[in-house]
């Protein structure tokens, strides 16, 4: 059996640009999987994947002419069965043979062997290993029914009669073994070894490949194609940044925008243009996101930062005089910032306050009234949680800001470009002559608006960007639409996770409960249902930020109510952890809070001096007298680690307790008693986390 390197092209019609990368990915690497699970390859083979807008291909290393054939044993049936009493083959025997194409020249070599408590009759045989051309058509129609497929097309083969259905028409397929071509067919196409190139640039039109190894060098060299997307979109960013240098300036970064424009050509040549300085007076965000979105450009930006009026275009051709593509570009682009700077100055002859009664004529749920119905209730929320956080100068920015925050939906840009609704109103409301506090807050009340993204700069944009998530998620709770699976359409996740990195991050002293209530969520089982939703979306961000499991679920299992100190409570815990009483500590949390759970009666953490009997219980109680006040001081300063630390001196006690002391005595008066004692002592231990989450 020979190895020799396997290249597989589908050649075919412009690919959708924004899937290439992922279909590329996925034909190489399912075809790969296939050829491994059949034996043709092994994991030191190496399959490495080619994308362009006109081609899906893969690149294996040492691929098999023939996969080995494999020895195999398959169970015939019960001796009882396949032998009569003589012990000669039975009718049934022979028919399963048969059936397997095998006659009664194998009756000797058949093995007796216990099949549970039965003993059955085996057939060892020899499966011969599929061949390259059997094992790569598998490959193909599981590479091609396996891959994501964004929309899937129906067109008609060349006959005029038979139709396939695939991403887009596919016009040739080429299967290299080292120099030979691999027989299969696949979409209506026999493999073969000739490819094609550039549309416009290609040397030769026609690109006979002369072996698997030599695909890239030739498309490059006579199709003037860079077959691998990942070439392709390194020599793309090598241009921008070249090209960008000698302008003195610097190409956006966007990585999304870099993978598409990578989908969009096969031959990259990045050009500079420019446009009218005028439109630099539109704010740059507006500038930036049509040349992006639009027309798939690169703005340059100066040191600062700042919006310039040149641009870069990544082109598919490379013509001597680039004069003709460079004008076309830009004459294509000024419409588009016309549209923009027609949008700004018209946006701007009527203030954010005008047009704060058209809300009430858009509908935000069917069931949750007009956006206007909405801005009036994050206002509430976000007065009360301003009063609470910096009293009534505060609460009156706060309830101003919110009230503000949704009158840029009903602009033009924002219509045209929703993506940049509340960067549009903070511009417009600066021009208002509203303070930067209440610009600001206006932009910053969807912050943050993914993993990572700045939380508001200011203390009115928290107040509102709480507000605005918080009446979210009551208002959809309370109508029943949570996220269900992967599904989550009104990003409630995301507006959860908001809410628990601005109260943590910026240590608010504001409790859940509280701001429940100022959300007017006054249905329990909602708020249940919401509060058990956030302290999920909780543990699930400590858990990323390397919190141990344990760590987290001590804490969290406690539902602390204000977030902001729960980092402090996690570092107390990992402190405690490290005490060498830790460990027996725990256990004995976990131990007590059992015995509790199981107590008849209703247990008071209260304790009757004069019942102590046994010395182990009066050294508890005395104990914990002592230690106690120190632990519960220390909580109530927020220095839970001292809290924690000090609880360290009560494991003797607490051991010699359970090695000494019935909890469950047949006196009643006694055993309530005890009990009391214990419940003072699992208050004392459970007031920063519950330690018994530690114990293993």
């Known amino acids: 059996m020979n190895t020799k390197n396997l290249l597989v092209e589908l050649f075919v019609e412009e690919l959708p640009p924004k899937a290439l990368k992922k279909l590329g990915e996925s034909f190489a690497a399912l075809l790969a999987a296939s050829l491994k699970s059949q034996g043709l390859i092994d994991d030191q083979s190496v399959a490495t994947p080619f994308a362009s807008p006109r081609r899906l291909a893969v690149h294996v290393t040492a691929v098999l002419d023939k996969a080995a054939d494999k020895p195999t044993q398959q169970k015939l049936m019960p001796v009882a069965v396949a032998q009569d009493t003589a012990g000669n083959p039975t009718p049934a025997l022979l028919k399963k043979l048969a059936a397997l194409g095998a006659d009664v020249s194998v009756l000797p070599t058949l093995k007796r062997q216990m099949d549970g408590k039965t003993e059955a009759l085996f057939l060892d045989s020899i499966v011969a290993g599929a061949t390259l051309a059997e094992g790569l058509q598998t490959a193909l129609e599981a590479a091609l029914s396996g891959l994501p497929i964004p929309k899937v097309m129906s067109y008609q083969l060349a006959d005029g009669w038979s139709c396939v259905n695939f991403v887009r028409p596919a016009h040739r397929l080429v299967a290299l073994h080292g120099t030979e071509v691999v027989p299969v067919s696949v ?29 890239a060098a030739q498309l490059e060299t006579e199709g003037a194609v860079i077959a691998s997307f990942a070439a392709r979109r390194t020599e793309i960013e090598r241009q921008l940044k070249a090209a960008a240098a000698q302008e003195g300036l610097q190409p956006i970064e966007d990585e999304a925008l870099l993978d598409e424009v990578t989908a969009l050509v096969e031959r990259p040549n990045v050009l500079t243009c420019q446009f009218e300085k005028e439109f630099l007076d539109v704010p740059q965000e507006c500038l930036i996101l049509t040349m992006k979105a639009n027309q798939k450009y690169f703005p340059l930006l100066d040191a600062a930062g700042k919006l310039t009026n040149k641009f870069l275009v990544v082109s598919n051709i490379s013509p001597a005089d680039p004069s003709a593509v460079i004008g076309g570009n830009e004459r294509v682009v000024r419409p588009r910032l016309a549209d923009a700077k027609f949008f700004f100055d ?20 069917n069931k949750l009234g007009t956006q206007g119905e909405r801005a009036q209730r994050v206002a509430a929320i976000a007065s009360a949680i301003g009063m609470a956080l910096g009293g009534e100068a505060l609460a009156r920015q706060a309830d101003q800001a919110a009230l503000l925050s949704k009158a840029d939906l ?19 409301a600066l021009h208002d002559g509203l303070s930067v506090e209440i610009a600001d807050a206006i932009e910053d009340h969807y912050k943050p608006r993914f993993a990572g993204d700045d939380l508001p700069r200011n203390p009115v944009g928290i107040c509102v960007a709480l507000a605005d998530k918080l009446e979210t998620l009551a208002g959809m709770f309370g109508i029943g639409q949570l996220p269900t699976g992967d599904k989550d359409p009104f990003a ?22 509280w701001l429940f209530r ?33 760590e987290v679920d001590a804490v ?53 001096a004069a019942l102590l009997k046994e010395p182990a219980e009066v050294a508890l109680h005395a104990a914990l007298a002592a230690i106690k006040p120190g632990a519960d001081a220390a909580f109530a300063a ?13 494991k003797a006690p607490v051991d010699a307790f359970f090695d000494q002391v019935m909890v469950n005595a047949d006196d009643a008066a006694l055993r309530n008693n005890r009990l009391g004692l214990l419940a003072i002592l699992h208050q004392a231990m459970n007031q920063v986390a519950d330690l018994s989450k530690l114990s293993s």
């Not at 018209?346 to 935000?364: F, H, N, T």
């Not at 628990?500 to 859940?512: F, Q, V």
């Not at 959300?519 to 141990?548: C, H, M, N, P, W």
């Not at 015995?595 to 008071?604: P, Y």
């Open 187 to 215: 979409l209506g196409l026999t493999a073969g070894r000739e490819t094609q190139g550039h549309r416009f640039e290609a040397t030769h039109p026609v690109v006979t490949l002369k072996d698997a190894d030599s695909y």
């Open 346 to 365: 018209q946006d701007r002859k009527k203030s954010l306050a005008d047009r704060i009664p058209g809300l009430a004529k858009v509908v935000y749920h």
């Open 410 to 428: 009903l602009t033009d840009m924002v219509g045209e470009f929703p993506e940049l609704q509340g960067i549009m109103g903070r511009y417009y």
């Open 492 to 513: 409630l996740r995301r507006h959860a996770l908001g809410i628990i990195r601005m109260l943590s991050e910026r240590d608010l002293p504001l409790d859940l409960s």
């Open 518 to 550: 100022a959300a007017q969520l006054t249905d329990k089982k909602v708020g249940a249902q919401l509060a058990a939703f956030i302290y999920e979306r909780l543990a699930g961000s400590l858990r990323e930020q390397g919190y141990s499991a344990l």
């Open 556 to 608: 969290v299992s406690l539902r602390p109510q204000t977030l902001g100190d729960i980092p402090k409570r996690l570092a107390a815990v990992r402190a405690f952890a490290a005490l060498p009483e830790a460990a027996s500590l725990a256990a004995a949390n976990k131990r007590v809070g059992n015995i509790l759970k199981k107590s008849a009666v209703t247990v008071v953490a209260q304790v009757d």
């Open 638 to 650: 927020g220095d839970y680690a001292a809290s924690l630390q000090a609880l360290a001196a009560l």
